[in-house]
């Protein structure tokens, strides 16, 4: 029953996309497990770029069943759009599969999250405002709209006029916003949505377990990364759920001894969207440099992300909070005109060395980055397919990495297509 989850090990945008694509073609179902349609990965196919927010990577694959579980909060006009979006282009989306249990992110969540932002002014804390958290926070209070309730007009109006009551005195009374109508937005969901998200909608918890039982390969799909985790990240600059791999069991319905591969997903340096402590990051030409080569914009938000350099110290907690079996390191190709790079092997809080991730946000907010440098390589990695095309101090500087993370660098990423990556370690 071999399942494999895939894990961002940064905060974000590290290319899981890309590298769930390349894992995926030995899977059978490729299930996404927490977050929202406020996570974009970009594929490149033949040339042909693909901007997924919220359907599995795994949907560029006839043979996959892609599935969006549980544990993820699901905007049905958005997943209808991309589903729209995708057969326009030629991708068979009728494979596609998601829980009933999954909660729906409605039109208020949306402007609460646009306002709560507002009003946090400049201790905001750079959501999306695709109404993520908003929707995480009605699960947890039981307050919530599920997938499946879309399919019975009784139990979603019942639903939404009760959550309503509550939602419009908030709007009128602290923001002075005009609310809902509950039977208008029951009337344009029931009657717009529903009928074309029924044909996905699906027990996953079975599907995935028939999956395993019938000895297929299952890879689980995380969105956002690691130090966005609500509970482990850099709170409170964090998601609203879980992407650590403990979470692919909640949000997928497995138990952990099903999954027997972890794989983390690393940038050669390290970006960040929004507020939050990021002791790498970089505000000279060497930062622009980065943010330039390596394309670091959002793919949904738009937003300039900000560049630092590799940060072994967080990884190495990575590597355990999520039990890493290996690690892919993406955009390595975006040094190659580099005379050298540095790379974060520790941090200085006033005066005392930590070669592990404080606990404490006051110290990691003054850590000081302790970097070592390597010379650059100075040729074009973007050809490179195997080990023997990469120059000495390219292998060099992964060694280094792989030193410093404690877990072997399986795939090493040389530019932005399928094809461009290489197999490093065994």
Same mark, same amino acid.
């Given at each position: 029953?071999?399942?494999? %989850?895939?894990?961002?090990?940064?905060?974000?945008?590290?290319?899981?996309?890309?590298?769930?694509?390349?894992?995926?073609?030995?899977?059978?179902?490729?299930?996404?497990?927490?977050?929202?349609?406020? *996570?974009?990965?970009?594929?490149?196919?033949?040339?042909?770029?693909?901007?997924?927010?919220?359907?599995?990577?795994?949907?560029?694959?006839?043979?996959?069943?892609? %599935?969006?579980?549980?544990?993820?909060?699901?905007?049905?006009?958005?997943?209808?759009?991309?589903?729209?979006?995708?057969?326009?282009?030629?991708?068979?989306?009728?494979?596609?599969?998601?829980?009933?249990?999954?909660?729906?992110?409605?039109?208020?969540?949306?402007?609460?999250?646009?306002?709560?932002?507002?009003?946090?002014? #400049?201790? #905001?804390?750079?959501?999306?405002?695709?109404?993520?958290?908003?929707?995480?926070?009605?699960?947890?209070?039981?307050?919530?709209?599920?997938?499946?309730?879309?399919?019975?007009?009784?139990?979603?109006?019942? #639903?939404?006029?009760?959550?309503? *009551?509550?939602?419009?005195?908030?709007?009128?009374?602290?923001?002075?916003?005009?609310?809902?109508?509950?039977?208008?937005?029951?009337?344009?969901?029931?009657?717009?949505?529903?009928?074309?998200?029924?044909?996905?909608?699906?027990?996953?918890?079975?599907?995935?377990?028939?999956?395993?039982?019938?000895?297929?390969?299952?890879?689980?799909?995380?969105?956002?990364?690691?130090?966005?985790?609500?509970?482990?990240?850099?709170?409170?600059?964090?998601?609203?759920?879980?992407?650590? *791999?403990?979470?692919?069991?909640?949000?997928?319905?497995?138990?952990?001894?099903?999954?027997?591969?972890?794989?983390?997903?690393?940038?050669?340096?390290?970006?960040?969207?929004?507020?939050?402590?990021?002791?790498?990051?970089?505000?000279?030409?060497?930062?622009?440099?980065?943010?330039?080569?390596?394309?670091?914009?959002?793919?949904?938000?738009?937003?300039?992300?900000?560049?630092?350099?590799?940060?072994?110290?967080?990884?190495?907690?990575?590597?355990?909070?999520?039990?890493?079996?290996?690690?892919?390191?993406?955009?390595?190709?975006?040094?190659?005109?580099?005379?050298?790079?540095?790379?974060?092997?520790?941090?200085? %809080?006033?005066?005392?060395?930590?070669?592990?991730?404080?606990?404490?946000?006051?110290?990691?907010?003054?850590?000081?980055?302790?970097?070592?440098?390597?010379?650059?390589?100075?040729?074009?990695?973007?050809?490179?397919?195997?080990?023997?095309?990469?120059?000495?101090?390219?292998?060099?500087?992964?060694?280094?990495?792989?030193?410093?993370?404690?877990?072997?660098?399986?795939?090493?990423?040389?530019?932005?297509?399928?094809?461009?990556?290489?197999?490093?370690?065994?």
């Amino acid at each position: 029953m071999p399942a494999t %989850v895939v894990v961002g090990t940064q905060w974000g945008d590290e290319g899981k996309g890309k590298l769930t694509d390349l894992v995926a073609k030995e899977m059978h179902a490729v299930v996404r497990y927490q977050g929202g349609h406020n *996570a974009g990965h970009t594929l490149v196919v033949d040339g042909e770029s693909f901007a997924l927010q919220l359907i599995p990577s795994g949907v560029l694959y006839d043979h996959i069943t892609p %599935v969006i579980g549980n544990g993820v909060v699901v905007d049905p006009v958005v997943m209808l759009s991309e589903v729209d979006a995708l057969e326009s282009r030629g991708v068979d989306c009728s494979r596609l599969r998601v829980s009933g249990n999954a909660h729906l992110i409605l039109p208020y969540h949306q402007e609460l999250d646009r306002l709560i932002e507002r009003h946090l002014g #400049k201790n #905001k804390l750079g959501t999306t405002k695709r109404g993520i958290g908003p929707t995480y926070a009605d699960k947890a209070s039981r307050v919530g709209l599920r997938v499946q309730d879309l399919l019975d007009a009784d139990i979603f109006r019942e #639903k939404l006029e009760a959550v309503l *009551a509550e939602k419009n005195l908030v709007l009128a009374k602290i923001y002075n916003r005009l609310g809902f109508d509950p039977d208008e937005l029951a009337d344009r969901y029931l009657t717009e949505v529903a009928p074309r998200v029924a044909p996905y909608v699906a027990d996953t918890v079975s599907l995935v377990h028939e999956s395993l039982e019938r000895g297929e390969h299952v890879l689980f799909e995380g969105a956002q990364a690691t130090f966005l985790d609500l509970d482990h990240g850099t709170y409170p600059f964090v998601t609203s759920s879980n992407p650590i *791999a403990g979470g692919a069991c909640v949000g997928a319905g497995v138990g952990p001894r099903h999954i027997d591969r972890v794989i983390g997903i690393a940038k050669a340096y390290v970006t960040r969207v929004g507020s939050g402590p990021m002791p790498t990051e970089l505000f000279d030409e060497t930062g622009d440099t980065i943010v330039d080569l390596g394309h670091e914009y959002g793919v949904n938000t738009k937003r300039r992300r900000r560049p630092g350099w590799f940060d072994a110290v967080m990884l190495r907690h990575a590597v355990r909070l999520n039990s890493l079996s290996e690690v892919a390191i993406t955009k390595l190709d975006i040094f190659d005109s580099f005379d050298s790079i540095k790379v974060c092997v520790a941090y200085d %809080v006033d005066g005392v060395r930590h070669d592990h991730l404080p606990y404490h946000q006051s110290d990691l907010h003054a850590a000081t980055p302790i970097y070592e440098e390597l010379p650059g390589w100075k040729k074009d990695l973007t050809e490179a397919r195997e080990r023997h095309d990469l120059p000495p101090n390219a292998v060099t500087y992964l060694q280094f990495l792989q030193e410093q993370i404690g877990v072997p660098i399986r795939v090493v990423g040389t530019g932005p297509g399928r094809d461009q990556h290489v197999l490093f370690s065994d």
